[in-house]
């Protein structure tokens, strides 16, 4: 067929819902080898024609165009050919504003690998192999170095942050998780308490939404949640205001991973979704102090994101690839895509907080990129920028991408996208 | 036939120039006539009795002779002439001065003579119609003479009145005429005078015609035809004559009659009644003559000369010259292809067995009368004895000669300089050689002088040909596919490591051993450069570095998952490290375990006691970790654990009969589990779960109850250099690696020989490495590879292992020709780590 090889014409009805970027909802004929590109400037002249009606439209803006779901990025037969779908139908096209490549800002140095990092307004909290932690600002100002972990950390987690005191968690090869207070004013951290318990290397750790709770994975394949609160006051028992103050007990230890726990990440109040070099994901419902669900795959899992936004898991795994799973199917085929791009290992992951479909990995190859779920053949950026493998990422911050690695640095991206104005998501 | 009536015909002519000759000499002959008529007294009653008799023989004779007609018709011509010049130059020969006046007459004579004789055949043939009595059929034999007699007689008639007539019915038909006619003579003057044509002819000649003529015409002919007589018996006539009118039966006397006729007649012996007409004929003393000769079976004609010389017409001497000028036909001289299909197919009778030579019959009729015997063991389908005939093997063929082989070869196939002395070096081993001679140019072909190898090939030729095989080996026409084993396809077994993940880059020399934390989450390799690091696995982090003051050959994390031990081979020393990572109550826990000397309550040997020396570490080793250090006597090569974590062993190959030694930690004791040393001590393993010791030596592995002391089992490697043994975690299946490029997988249970021999490397292998959990192993070898192979034991005994080849990695690069030196598995997941000469650690997944 001649349309097959892009050389015939085929209907689409270009739609957008983004008001302001609305034409007319008229179906076009446009050549079947089209590309975004050439689509572009046909959208953009059409908007430029509406344009001189009410003057809105200032300068071209870049579009990406979403058919059957997915970002087009060759031809669009080519596209639709693989799709399957009919060439004689009128095929809508859904466009909208590219999202702003993200632009490097920073680069933090630290003496070791950086193993976790964590932003929260405009802090950076960053955990090292040299066994300390540092406290940076978004601009790059380094604020404080915290040592107090025996061997490297693993993971930080802001509990909360404000003008005065800023809490935060972190995790180490040592088996404990520490509980910090940070005085702004005075720049000055202690150590609330040490959680104690796990029986190996605490490898990830998770606040909780409504910040009471801690999450903490282990080697020694355990979960264990904690309590997060600093100031122990009324809800804390009798026993646990005992002990805390220097080391604190988990509240629950659950069991049921066979290996290592990767990753750990709060659902909702009551739910904590695990994954396990065991290849499997767990759900775990605080309440039955059980697995609510379970998800398996093939490899070992380092890395698993849920969105609450799209309710979606992504994972990153022993392989090259990243996967998208939808939990709340529990039969067919689990894995709804996979997202080929990355050329080693994907240590990490993290869903945007704000965009929907947007998330973005780092990889032992160096490389971090900003994928948009519709979008698994290429990734929408590639972050350069780091000399050695990505061990952390993390946009806790919509408005920065941070990532910290085996080059002894923190690399921060700031994104463009001009923020809706709408509480985040993290802030809950 | 037609031959025997030519025959006869030259018979008749000579007979009729005989006649002719007796014309002229008729007195001579007139003597032998009384002989004649003597002889013929006895024969004449026989004559009635015979005729009868012969009439069958008549009617086919008569059938013969109108063959004999259409013959003649055909080629009387050519015969006739050559009978004529025969018949010319025999009457020349044998009357050359009498005959005078008949060779005046020449050839005209002799052709009146040909059309003479044509036109009495058919007489004869209307003769032989006409002649319906039986009487006349007994003399049918003499047919064809009658026409001679005839003539002779009339030649006889006019010379000698008639008596002289050779053939019967020619007598008879004279007695006719005799009868119906009062003179003969007369009669043939009648014809002369009737005969216009005849007027200018010999007078001789006339008289015959005219005899043959008038005979038919004047005799009373009874015209009945060839019919039963007795029909008439009951008239008074016979039959009717050419007038139609009817012939009356003569008169028949009774007995008396007849008796008084036979005092009274004198002719009466001789006269003889003709059935057709009834009238008594008196036969001439010619027919009598001629009765008589043919009683006698004499032939006929008084006149004829049995034994006249022979005339080679076709002769059998080969002509000086050839008669004929005609080129020799081609198939004279080329074999027959139908002669040679007629001859083939017997051979192929033969062959088959279908057909039998006659000493095979006989044989077999032999065999069959003699006991029978019958061969017990053969198979029915042997069928060897026919197999030289169905299948031979043919002579092994020799090439043809080529240009090399020409004695004026093109120059580039003599050799130069260089393929000169490569031939002349091959002096020793001729058969490797390219050419078995040496190109040589001669200008001509008369300058190539006697070939000097000629005896000698010509021999070895033989030899060949005396040794060749005689079986034939059958060629198996099987596609080599089909032969290979059904495999499952790798993407069937996964998961196995397929890509290279991580390199753990630090150490600064070859990184000889690599040993795996029991929990997979940490490895320590040992390297070169005298230093122990330990690695965070999933991030390639060097956790630790511990220097040791030796080389490091073998490090071994100790299994037990409740120690953190790792059992360090550092030249002479075996140092025991904690580690410090994982849980730190097990760190603890293993220190305090290190630390406290037990009680030794029994004496250790001065042989032992001389290999070994345990010691607490100094200082300065202790805030490396190190714990207990033993003190070998030798060099440690290898190191490995038992699976509870309590006992391990040390291989040191240069300590003869104490190379192999076991150290029980919580004791602090060495044992010297051999007296004797069974060869070089290369490596040794504990089973995992049995009391049993293997201990591989360079050749093989002898395993050892430890609880009995006593050798259980020794595999048979047939190899040269083993590197290093795997056992799989069930415990029945070892996997040897060799230096010679083996991998030997035994199945303990089978046999001590390998189950199967891996040839995967191209180079030594290192060493090999079973995982815990999954089927899988790997390889190490110096050619850079690590190979990944699926090593299926299934529970069910029957089954034997399945072992695949999946993936070969190669990553590692190349130092000093070493390649990869030690692979080890991840407890848990797929992965595996391989050290190599490149001071890195890999890790596939």
């Known amino acids: 067929m001649e349309v097959e090889n892009g050389e015939g014409q085929v209907q689409v009805r270009l739609k957008t819902k983004q008001e302001h970027f609305a034409i007319p909802d008229v179906p076009y004929t446009v050549e079947g080898s089209v590309t975004t590109a050439e689509l572009n400037t046909f959208v953009n002249t059409l908007l430029e024609q509406a344009a001189l009606n009410n003057s809105e439209y200032k300068a071209p803006i870049e579009f990406d165009f979403i058919v059957f779901d997915e970002y087009l990025r060759g031809r669009l037969c080519d ?46 909290l960053t955990g090292c192999y040299d066994n300390t932690i540092n406290i940076w600002t978004v601009k790059g100002k380094h604020v404080l170095t915290i040592p107090g972990h025996t061997q490297p950390l693993k993971a930080v987690a802001w509990i909360s942050v404000d003008d005065q005191r800023g809490k935060f968690v972190s995790c180490s090869q040592d088996q404990t998780a520490m509980l910090w207070e940070w005085l702004v004013g005075t720049n000055s951290v202690e150590c609330v308490s040490i959680c104690k318990g796990h029986e190996r290397g605490i490898d990830c750790v998770d606040v909780s939404p409504n910040k009471t709770k801690l999450a903490t994975g282990s080697w020694d394949t355990m979960l264990k949640i904690w ?22 007990v988990p509240d629950i230890t659950l069991q049921g991973h066979r290996e290592c726990i990767s990753s750990v990440q709060w659902m909702d109040a009551e739910t904590v979704l695990t994954g396990s070099w065991d290849h499997t994901l767990k759900i775990w419902d605080l309440h039955l102090e059980g697995i609510k669900s379970e998800i398996s795959s093939n490899k070992s899992i380092f ?41 080693q290992w994907v240590q990490t992951v993290m869903w945007s907080s704000t965009e929907e479909y947007l998330f973005i990995s780092g990889s032992y190859d160096n490389q971090n990129k ?22 952390d990422i993390d946009w806790s911050n919509p408005k920065y991408i941070v990532s910290g690695g085996a080059d002894n640095t923190v690399r921060v991206f700031k994104s463009r996208k001009v923020m809706v104005p709408e509480p985040t998501d993290d802030t809950k | 036939m037609a031959k025997k009536q030519v025959k006869r015909k030259a018979t008749d002519f000579v007979d009729k120039k005989k006649l002719k000759d007796s014309e002229i000499k008729s007195t001579e002959d007139d003597e032998e006539e009384q002989d004649l008529q003597e002889d013929l007294l006895q024969k004449i009653s026989n004559e009635d009795n015979d005729s009868s008799d012969d009439e069958g023989t008549e009617q086919i004779y008569q059938s013969d002779d109108s063959d004999e007609l259409e013959f003649e018709s055909d080629e009387e011509g050519n015969y006739a002439s050559k009978w004529d010049e025969g018949v010319g130059s025999e009457n020349s020969g044998d009357e050359e001065a009498e005959s005078d006046d008949e060779e005046q007459e020449g050839s005209d004579d002799e052709e009146e003579e040909d059309s003479d004789d044509e036109d009495e055949d058919e007489i004869n043939d209307s003769d032989i119609e006409d002649i319906s009595d039986d009487e006349v059929s007994d003399e049918e034999t003499n047919l064809k003479e009658r026409n001679l007699p005839k003539s002779k007689k009339s030649d006889g008639n006019i010379k000698k009145n008639g008596l002289e007539a050779s053939t019967s019915a020619n007598a008879k038909k004279e007695l006719e005429l005799q009868k119906v006619k009062t003179s003969e003579a007369l009669n043939d003057f009648k014809e002369e005078l009737k005969d216009p044509n005849n007027t200018l002819v010999v007078p ?38 050419w007038d139609a009118k009817k012939i009356i039966k003569p008169s028949k006397g009774d007995q008396i009659d007849d008796f008084l006729r036979k005092i009274e007649d004198p002719d009466f012996w001789r006269s003889v009644k003709d059935p057709q007409t009834g009238q008594e004929v008196v036969l001439t003393d010619a027919d009598i003559e001629l009765i008589k000769r043919i009683n006698s079976a004499r032939v006929p004609n008084p006149e004829h000369n049995e034994y006249e010389p022979w005339i080679e017409w076709f002769t059998n001497e ?39 030579t006659m000493e095979e019959v006989e044989r077999e009729k032999k065999e069959a009368r003699g006991p029978k015997f019958y061969m017990l063991w053969e198979t029915d389908t042997s069928r060897e004895h026919m197999r030289r005939i169905h299948d031979p093997v043919s002579a092994p063929k020799r090439d043809l000669p080529g240009h090399a082989e020409s004695y004026n070869p093109p120059p580039e196939y003599i050799f130069d300089e260089k393929e000169r002395k490569e031939w002349l070096k091959l002096k020793d081993e001729p058969h490797k050689r390219k050419l078995h001679f040496m190109p040589q140019k001669y200008n001509s072909l008369r300058e190539v002088p006697a070939y000097p190898r000629y005896i000698r090939e010509r021999f070895m030729r033989c030899l060949d040909l005396y040794l060749c095989p005689r079986a034939r080996r059958t060629k198996l026409n099987i596609d080599a596919e089909y032969l290979i084993p059904k495999l499952p396809s790798p993407k069937d077994l996964q998961p196995f490591p397929t890509v290279e993940s991580l390199v753990y880059r630090g150490h600064t020399d070859l990184v000889r051993t690599v040993s795996v934390e029991p929990k997979g989450e940490y490895i320590v390799s040992g390297s070169d450069d005298k230093t122990v690091k330990i690695w965070e696995i999933a991030t390639g982090r060097c956790i630790r570095t511990i220097e040791t003051d030796d080389v490091v050959r073998c490090v071994a994390w100790c299994p037990n998952a409740k120690l953190s031990i790792i059992a360090v081979a550092a030249g002479n020393r075996l140092l025991l490290i904690n580690p410090k990572v994982g849980d730190k109550l097990l760190i603890k826990k293993t220190d305090d375990l290190l630390a406290e000397a037990p009680q030794n309550d029994t004496m250790e040997s001065e042989r032992i006691k001389t290999a070994v020396q345990w010691s607490v570490a100094e200082k300065e080793e202790q805030e490396k970790g190190v714990r207990l250090v033993i003190t070998h006597f030798k060099p440690i090569q290898q190191v490995t654990w038992h699976g509870r974590g309590d006992y391990v062993a040390t291989v040191m190959p240069e300590g003869a009969n104490r190379s192999a030694l076991i150290h029980q ?40 109850d430890l609880v009995k002391q006593e050798l259980i089992k020794k595999l048979l490697t047939n190899s040269k250099w083993i590197s290093g043994m795997s056992i799989h975690p069930k415990g029945d299946n070892l996997l040897v690696s060799t230096y010679d490029k083996k991998m030997l997988w035994f199945d303990l249970d089978l046999s001590t020989k390998p189950y199967q021999t891996l040839r995967l490397h191209k180079n030594a292998v290192r060493n090999v490495a079973f995982h815990l959990r999954y089927p899988l192993f790997a390889s190490a070898s110096d050619d850079l590879s690590v190979i990944v192979s699926h090593g299926m034991v299934y529970n069910d005994l029957l089954q034997n292992p399945l072992i695949v080849p999946v993936k070969k990695l190669q990553t590692h690069e190349a130092r000093e020709e070493f390649g990869v030196l030690d692979v080890a598995w991840h407890p848990v997941q797929p992965w595996v780590f391989s050290s190599g000469a490149d001071a890195t650690i890999r890790l596939y997944t």
């Open chain 1, 79 to 124: 596209h639709i050919r693989e799709k399957e779908f009919s060439f004689e139908d009128t095929i809508d096209i859904e466009y909208v504003e590219r999202f702003p490549a993200p632009e490097p800002q920073d680069c933090l140095l630290h003496d070791d690998w950086v193993s976790a990092v964590k932003a929260c307004d405009k802090w950076i």
């Open chain 2, 318 to 356: 080969v002509e000086r010259m050839p008669i004929k000028n005609v080129p020799d036909h081609k198939r004279s001289f080329l074999p027959s292809s139908s002669e040679r299909k007629k001859v083939s197919r017997m051979i192929h009778a033969l062959k088959m067995g279908w057909m039998k």
């Open chain 2, 665 to 704: 930690l919580s004791k602090r004791r060495s044992q010297i589990p051999f007296s004797k040393s069974k060869g070089l001590i290369q490596c040794v393993l504990f089973h995992p779960i049995k009391p049993c010791f293997f201990v591989a030596t360079q050749h093989n592995v002898r395993i050892y």
């Open chain 2, 204 to 241: 001789s000649k006339k008289e015959e015609y005219a005899d043959s003529d008038t005979s038919d015409e004047e005799d009373i002919r009874n015209t009945v035809g060839n019919i039963p007589m007795h029909w008439y018996d009951e008239y008074k006539h016979i039959g009717y004559d």
């Open chain 1, 303 to 343: 890395d698993a994101s849920y969105s609450k936004l799209n309710r979606l898991i992504i994972t990153a795994s022993a392989d090259k690839n990243l996967r998208l799973y939808d939990p709340r199917t529990n039969q067919g085929n689990l894995v709804r895509n996979t997202y080929f791009g990355h050329s």
């Open chain 1, 227 to 248: 309590s997060a609160e600093i100031n122990e006051g009324c809800e804390g028992t009798f026993k646990r205001q005992k002990e805390s103050g220097a080391t604190r």
């Open chain 1, 370 to 391: 900003l994928w948009d779920y519709r979008s698994p053949k290429a990734p929408l950026y590639d972050l350069l920028g780091h000399g050695d493998k990505v061990l």
